[in-house]
């Protein structure tokens, strides 16, 4: 009877290791497409939308330039998502050569690090300016934001330049796929990537909004108002989105030599990818229900596009010269054909580009 019990316990974990298996192979990749798509239309829309109003619809400013640098960092991000996207439908295997494998790494990594490092100034830039009033007033110009901006692109620029050094397209039984090579130091790089691109600038952004919040309360709460709450919403937000992905990762690690891991980082690997590109199209999302300012300037922008397109005078002069543009449209076409094969991604046994 022992033995009977023993061996349907045992058939029973395989039964359940089978259907977990058949999940993350087959129902995982179709979600991730489906969910990468949707990122993507919300994620360039969205952002290209943050980037037009802060850009040249809103006053320049030290905030300002803030946000359209972290929407530029989002927009990149979401637009070279269509590698994963198409890499993912096709069974992880890459068809757009050494380059670019190394290319749109590099581009996905430099997101990640742009965006958190922009959140560390931002947190910083807040905390200066209610501690140190006169210095800010004085200080706080916006040729140095323009300055510091370049600074933390050129910082994560050099933080990524190793993942994508260590890329490479690896054939696998007459199939091609874009991964890191057999000698990469994959424990060192995560660490890396979990302490420089999370851990390190999260103690310092809580340092900065634990501070924010005492001098706020000496203040008696005049510092407490509605652009704190959103810049504490936008890194809520990131942290809730990247948080299980560096966790897996480190997970990952020790699935590699442990068998009883592999079915969990197969399952939890997509999910939190997925989780963690959701940010990128978060930011847009949070502005228009939380920033007045950002809403009205939109809808603003928005209707003189609007009346701008379906003008009485707009749409008589459309007609009369639609005769002279057809040629210039047709070559204008083919550039942006080729333009939108710039995008993102990486497979290392899955299909995201980090």
Sequence with gaps: IIIIIINNNTQTKRSSHHTWEYVARNVMPIV????????????????????????????????????????????????????PTIITSRQNQWPFGGFMCKF?????????????????????????????????????TIIKA??????????????????????????????????????????????????????IPFLVICASNVAIYVRARRLHGTRSNKSNRIIFAIIFAFFICWLPFHVIQLLEIKGLTDKSFSIFVQLGGPATVMLAFTNSCLNPILYVFMCDEFRKKLKRSLFLVLESALSEEQLHSRSFSSHFSITSRRSEFAAPLQERQETKIHIHLSSHPL
């Design 146 to 199: 323009q300055v510091t901006t370049v600074l933390v692109w050129l910082i994560a620029a050099i933080c990524s330049a190793p993942y994508a050094s260590y890329r490479s397209v690896l054939t696998r039984e007459g199939k091609e796929y874009c991964s890191y090579s057999p000698k990469t130091p994959v424990w060192t790089l995560t660490i890396f990537r979990f302490f420089v691109g999370f851990f």
């Design 104 to 140: 749109n790494n590099f581009v996905a990594v430099i997101s990640m690090f742009s965006s958190i490092f922009l959140l560390m100034v931002i947190s910083l830039d807040r905390c200066l300016t209610v501690w140190v009033v006169v210095w800010a007033q004085n200080k706080r």
């Design 32 to 83: 991730s497409v489906v969910v990468y798509s949707v990122i993507i239309i919300v994620g360039t829309v969205g952002n290209g939308l943050v980037i037009y109003v802060t850009g040249y619809r809103m006053k320049k400013s030290v905030n300002s330039i803030w946000f359209l640098n972290l929407a530029l960092a989002d927009f990149i991000f979401t637009l070279f998502l269509i590698f």
